[in-house]
């Protein structure tokens, strides 16, 4: 089960979510998110972002922000 959280801003909302990892996918993260200088959270929500627009045909979203 997720635990969640729904937050809103001004003009967005968001959900905060926890999620379990293999603890060897975990590390690689954090080494991604030291080497970028990012946060791990940037890390796992760019990596969302992109497996959502390659699903899009499925999804019927398009939406994608690039950055």
């Known amino acids: ?3 969640q959280r729904i937050s809103q801003s001004s ?6 979510a926890t999620i379990s990892f293999p603890a060897e996918h975990y590390a690689e993260l954090e080494r991604i998110a030291q080497k970028k200088k ?8 760019d990596a969302v972002e992109k497996y959502l627009a390659d699903q899009w045909p499925l999804t019927g979203t398009q ?4 950055g």
């Open 1 to 3: 089960m997720v635990n």
């Open 63 to 66: 939406e994608r922000k690039e």
């Open 38 to 45: 990012v946060s791990l959270a940037w890390i796992v929500r």
């Open 11 to 16: 003009d967005t909302s968001t959900v905060r």
